[in-house]
């Protein structure tokens, strides 16, 4: 729940949006910066400060000077900036950080990307310049070198500094991208998002200053970095578990198949029941990954993390729990069934050694499908449970 004062009804066309959390050193310089771009530029806007929590009178010196403060009850960058973006009245909406570090005067590049229609438009701080000191070295040459790159090899987003934090888009844009990151990684959520939703996305060039705020950051290098990862993962299931997983499961079935009826030699290699086991181990864990991939991707679009996907969606939907026990029910007494027979072909032997290349062509299969068969039942039933509390956080 976010709290707002003061307020108007009245449309403009820009609203700059702050996140603040303690800057009282840094923000009467930003706001000022803003207002004089507007005046500079005759446009009709605002200047918005989401406070998350400030306790050295930040909220009162955008008052003062004439801001709007929007109180966001919840803690987290991401959080006080879903509260500024909640209260614009703006065609467009402009950020950055409040701590000095962006020219709040140099927005009009940003500004004519989104009037020529570009629905999100990001700073590119390497394109622009950054001041020594401005970024530490592990950022400038590691964490946002990797997380741009993945941006671009998986979700072909075209920029070259997805952290960058001044960035605009328009409030129709903003609207569509429903935004549900509390944290760091919301700057990430924008991007992803808007590219799956087929925006269109530009760069401009910008600058990084030091902040001027005397303290350490409130990013935190590991703890931001580990949640943006895990973010980009639950982002794009389908590329990082379901194909390989597939792939997994397609090679391990061709090949085990091949190697129940008998030994393989290409070009000189001899393929046995060693290879049969490697087999079973990528069925089981192909299964695994695509399993995983299914209910992350359910998960990131009912937690509305991801764009909806009506289609499957529904094919979620239409699983019934029962379906899958009893397939799995089916796969297990298959492999207990394969068990039995070893036992009767030992029982015929007087119960003594057995033929390993032989017994393990049925043992090998028939431990696969009881070991696949329980993956089964326990992927319905937990996939029934994702479901059931998905419907319930829908309907509270």
């Not at 009245?10 to 700059?16: D, F, K, N």
């Not at 989401?50 to 009162?60: K, R």
């Not at 026990?325 to 298959?334: K, N």
Request: glycine share 10%; with cysteine; aromatic share 8%.
């Amino acid at each position: 729940m976010t709290t707002t004062v003061p307020s108007s009804a009245l449309p403009c066309e820009l609203s700059i949006v702050m996140p603040c959390l303690n800057e009282a050193l840094t923000l009467e310089s930003c706001i000022r910066k803003a207002q004089a771009f507007l005046e500079r530029h005759g446009l009709s806007g605002e200047v918005i400060v989401a406070d998350n929590g400030s306790d050295d009178g930040s909220p009162a010196i955008a008052l003062r000077l004439g801001a709007r403060v929007v109180h966001a009850s919840r803690r987290g960058y991401g959080a006080a900036l879903r509260a500024g973006f909640e209260a614009a009245r703006g065609l467009y909406i402009a950020m950055a950080d409040s701590d000095g570090s962006y020219d709040w005067s140099a927005l009009a590049p940003l500004l004519d990307r989104l009037r020529a229609g570009d629905d999100l438009v990001v700073g590119n701080r390497f394109r622009g310049g950054i001041a020594p000191g401005a970024m530490p070295p592990i950022h400038r040459y590691l964490g946002n070198p990797v997380l741009s790159g993945i941006a671009r090899a998986f979700f072909r987003v075209p920029l070259g500094d997805v952290y960058c934090g001044l960035r605009g888009l328009s409030r129709a844009a903003c609207d569509r991208l429903d935004l549900q990151s509390t944290g760091m990684e919301l700057a990430l959520e924008m991007v992803v998002k808007a590219k799956l939703l087929g925006m269109r996305i530009s760069e401009v060039p910008t600058t990084l200053s030091p902040d001027g705020r005397g303290r350490p950051p409130h990013l935190n290098t590991w703890r931001d970095g580990r949640r943006s990862l895990l973010l980009y993962l639950a982002s794009m299931p389908r590329g990082i578990f379901l194909y390989p997983g597939l792939a997994l499961v397609a090679l391990g079935l061709l090949i085990g198949g091949a190697l129940t009826q008998g030994p393989i030699t290409i070009r000189g290699v001899h393929y046995d029941i060693h290879t049969l086991l490697l087999s079973s181990m990528a069925v089981l864990l192909g299964f695994q990954l695509v399993v995983q991939s299914v209910v992350l991707r359910y998960l990131m679009t009912t937690a509305r993390l991801l764009p909806p996907q009506r289609g499957f969606e529904y094919r979620i939907a239409t699983l019934r729990m029962e379906y899958g026990v009893a397939l799995g029910l089916a796969l297990v007494l298959a492999g207990c069934a394969g068990i039995l027979r070893i036992v009767y072909v030992w029982e015929a032997g007087s119960f003594g050694d057995l033929d390993p290349f032989s017994t393990m062509r049925i043992a090998i299969p028939s431990v696969t499908g009881i070991g696949l068969g329980l993956q089964v039942v326990f992927a319905s039933l937990f996939l029934s449970l994702v479901k059931w509390q998905a419907r319930a956080r829908t309907s509270s």
